[in-house]
C-alpha cells in the first residue's frame, strides 16, 4: 500500500492541464487518521431534481480509508469522476483500491463508479440487498464483483472494521450508513447533509446557526417525506449504543463539534413540530389575488402569527417549502386562469404535495374574471396532501372592495385562532 508521504503522482499535474477537473483542485483533509476526504465541490450547480441549489451549491463528500485493504466509501456524479480520481491519485495509486462501499446508488454519489471500476478493479463492491438490485438497475454490470451486506454485519480492513447498518428510505430504500468502531466516524449518506458547496469541510468552521438552517431546508426538500423512517433509525441507533464523535454526510459539512446538535436538529425536523408562523405563498395577474393574500396577512400579523410572504415570481418552490416547514398553516392564492389556477402555483403544489407534511392547516383564496375555479382547485390539492382547511375558499370577481379585503382580514382572524388551537394540543 502507498501512503500519502511516499506516493509520487506525476500524472496528477498533467489531470490538471489537461482539463480533466471539472471542479476547483481541493487540498487533501484528513478527517481522522488514515480517513481521507476525496469528495468533489459543485460550486455551480443551481438545481437537483427540483430543487433549487443557487443558494449554496453543494458538496458530494467521499472519504478513503488506507488500511490493509485500501477502502473507497461513497464516490461523486459522473461529471466529477477525473476530480475524484485525482484526489484519489494524491493518497495512492487509485489502482491499490480494494474495496469500494456504496452506501446510496443515486447518481450523484455512484456516477462515477464505472470510471473507476475500471481504473481500480476493486476487489469487493459493498452494498446493501436494495442496492445490489439498484447497482443492477443502474449500471447493468453484473460481472461487477458485488457483495451484499446485511443490516448489522461487519467487516474487517485490517486495523480498522466497518459495521452497515441499514438507513431504508434516508433517502432511498437501498441506503445504509458505514459505521468505523475504532473512530467512532459514522458515514451516513443523504443524512445530516445539507446543500453547501464549501472549502471549510468542517461544522466547527461554519456559524452553527446558518448550518442548522441549511440542515432545516435540505431535510424538508429531500427527507421530510421520509420522516417516519428518520424516527426509526434515529431510535436504532440510540439503541445500538454506537459511539459517534464524527458524522460525515455525503453533502455538505462534517459534524465532529455539533454531532448531538444535528441528531436533536433531526429529531426535531421529523417531528414535524410546527409554530405560530404561516407561509403565505401566491401569484398573481393583475395584483388582486395579491391584495386579497396580504391583507389575510395583516390580519395573522395582528394577531400574534408570524408570517413569511412569498411570491412564485420571485421564489422557487423549494425556497418556500424549506419556509414552510415548521409552519402551521400555508395560505394559497392564485386567480383563475384558463379555468384552472396559474401555473406556477400548480408547479408548487405538486412538489409541496410530494413532500408530504404533515398536520397543517391550509387557507386558499383568489380573484377571477368569470368562472373563478382556481380556489376550489387549490383547496382540493391541499385535501388530498391532508392539511386541514377550517375556511371555505374565497374567490373575489376582479378587483377586491373594502369589504372583499374585510372578509380576507377575517379568514386571516380566524385562520389564527385555529393555528392557537393546533399549538395548543401539540
Ligand atoms: Fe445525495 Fe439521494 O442522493
Known amino acids: 500500500m502507498c501512503r500519502l508521504e511516499s506516493w509520487i503522482n506525476p500524472e496528477s499535474d498533467q489531470m490538471l492541464v489537461e482539463g480533466k477537473i471539472t471542479g476547483v483542485d481541493m487540498a487533501i483533509k484528513e478527517i481522522k487518521k488514515d480517513v481521507y476526504w476525496v469528495g468533489a ?6 438545481n437537483f431534481h427540483g430543487y433549487s441549489l443557487a443558494r449554496r451549491g453543494s458538496t458530494y463528500n467521499a472519504f478513503l480509508v488506507l488500511d490493509e485493504k485500501v477502502t473507497l466509501f461513497d464516490l461523486v456524479p459522473e461529471k466529477f469522476k477525473w ?3 485525482h484526489q484519489v491519485h494524491k493518497l495512492v495509486a487509485p489502482d491499490k483500491i480494494d474495496y469500494i462501499v456504496v452506501n446510496h446508488v443515486e447518481l450523484d454519489h455512484s456516477g462515477a463508479l464505472p470510471f ?52 431504508r428510505m434516508l433517502h432511498w430504500p437501498d441506503t445504509m450508513f458505514s459505521y468505523i468502531p475504532q473512530d467512532r466516524l459514522l458515514i451516513s449518506s443523504d443524512a445530516f447533509g445539507q446543500n453547501i458547496a464549501t472549502s471549510r469541510l468542517f461544522d466547527d468552521e ?29 431510535a436504532r441507533v440510540k439503541e445500538s449504543g454506537l459511539e459517534i464523535d464524527m458524522i460525515a454526510p455525503d453533502h455538505g459539512v462534517i459534524w465532529r463539534t455539533h454531532v448531538a446538535e444535528i441528531i436533536g436538529a433531526y429529531q426535531e425536523f421529523s417531528s414535524q413540530k410546527v409554530r405560530a408562523k404561516a407561509v403565505l405563498v401566491y401569484d398573481t395577474m393583475w395584483s388582486s389575488s395579491e391584495k386579497m393574500i396580504k391583507a389575510l396577512g395583516d390580519a395573522l400579523v395582528e394577531e400574534g402569527i408570524e408570517i413569511r410572504l412569498m411570491s412564485l415570481k420571485r421564489f422557487h418552490h423549494s425556497d418556500v417549502m424549506g419556509e414552510f416547514s415548521d409552519a402551521a398553516a400555508l395560505v394559497c392564492a392564485s386567480p383563475t386562469h384558463n379555468n384552472g389556477m396559474l401555473p406556477l402555483m400548480a408547479d408548487f403544489l405538486t412538489y409541496m404535495k410530494g413532500l408530504k407534511p404533515k398536520g397543517r392547516l391550509g387557507a386558499t383564496l383568489g380573484s377571477f374574471g368569470w368562472s373563478g375555479e382556481a380556489p376550489k382547485a387549490m383547496a382540493q390539492v391541499l385535501e388530498e396532501a391532508g392539511f386541514e382547511l377550517p375556511l371555505e375558499p374565497l374567490r373575489v370577481k376582479n378587483v377586491p372592495s373594502h369589504e372583499h379585503l374585510a372578509q380576507c382580514r377575517e379568514m386571516g382572524r380566524v385562520l389564527a385562532g385555529k393555528i392557537r388551537e393546533k399549538l395548543s394540543a401539540q
Not at 465541490?41 to 443551481?46: C, E, G, L, P, Y
Not at 463492491?125 to 460481472?143: A, D, N, R, V, Y
Request: include cysteine.
Open 41 to 46: 465541490v459543485d460550486w455551480n450547480i443551481s
Open 83 to 85: 476530480d475524484l480520481y
Open 116 to 167: 473507476m471500476v475500471e481504473k481500480c478493479s476493486p476487489e469487493r463492491i459493498f452494498c446493501s440487498p436494495m442496492g445490489e438490485k439498484s447497482l443492477l438497475s443502474h449500471f447493468h454490470k453484473p460481472e461487477w464483483p458485488v457483495q451484499v451486506v446485511k443490516d448489522g454485519e461487519s467487516i474487517s480492513l485490517g486495523r480498522k472494521d466497518v459495521q452497515f447498518m441499514e438507513a
Open 206 to 234: 461554519h456559524d452553527l446557526n446558518l448550518l442548522l438552517d441549511e440542515s432545516r431546508h435540505y431535510y424538508t426538500n429531500i427527507i421530510l417525506p421520509f420522516s417516519g423512517f428518520v424516527q426509526k433509525t434515529l
